[in-house]
């Protein structure tokens, strides 16, 4: 029996970014909400300000017999630009910030090498500027962000 594991990514606005980790197979549940910040507590409203430091974010929780943290770190990467600095196309503000925040040593280790790899492929011209930093308290959005696409029929919020 396997014991299921957490992973957490900002990658701009989280309702495409759930969206896309909640369709994998191995993913369990995901959950959207605020992290990174100074702020107990922070509302939408609070992290919009731009002064809470929180970033928006996908709280990912895995069975890592079905899919590894080195495959969601591969749909991190592809889900978003992580050369734009704190801004994702017209989401514009720190926290929209390209960040993974890791739960122990390993996803530190792993999600170094996997943007040292990124890094090295010449994929982008701009420099990554994707933050890897020690997970905090996780704050979950309000629950009308909870599955946002999902609820109102949609697989994606791009034009």
């Known amino acids: 029996m396997?014991?299921?594991?957490?992973?957490?990514?900002?990658?701009?606005?989280?309702?495409?970014?759930?969206?896309?980790?909640?369709?994998?197979?191995?993913?369990?549940?995901?959950?959207?909400?605020?992290?990174?910040?100074?702020?107990?507590?922070?509302?939408?409203?609070?992290?919009?300000?731009d002064e809470t430091g929180h970033a928006e974010v996908v709280e990912v929780v895995f069975d890592p017999t079905r899919i590894a943290y080195e495959k969601l770190l591969e749909v991190f990467w592809a889900a978003h630009n992580p050369t734009e600095l704190n801004r994702q196309g017209p989401d514009?503000?720190?926290?929209?910030?390209?960040?993974?925040?890791?739960?122990?040593?390993?996803?530190?280790?792993?999600?170094?090498?996997?943007?040292?790899?990124?890094?090295?492929?010449?994929?982008?011209?701009?420099?990554?500027?994707?933050?890897?930093?020690p997970t905090q308290r996780f704050w979950p959005a309000e629950e009308y962000h909870q599955q946002y696409l999902k609820k109102r029929g949609l697989s994606n919020c791009h034009i």
């Open 2 to 49: 396997s014991t299921s594991q957490k992973a957490t990514f900002g990658a701009g606005c989280f309702w495409g970014v759930e969206e896309t980790f909640r369709a994998l197979d191995g993913v369990i549940s995901t959950r959207v909400g605020y992290l990174g910040g100074k702020t107990e507590n922070p509302t939408y409203q609070d992290v919009c300000t």
């Open 92 to 133: 514009v503000g720190a926290q929209y910030r390209s960040a993974i925040f890791y739960q122990d040593d390993e996803q530190r280790r792993i999600a170094e090498v996997s943007k040292a790899k990124l890094i090295a492929s010449g994929r982008f011209k701009r420099p990554v500027v994707t933050e890897i930093t």
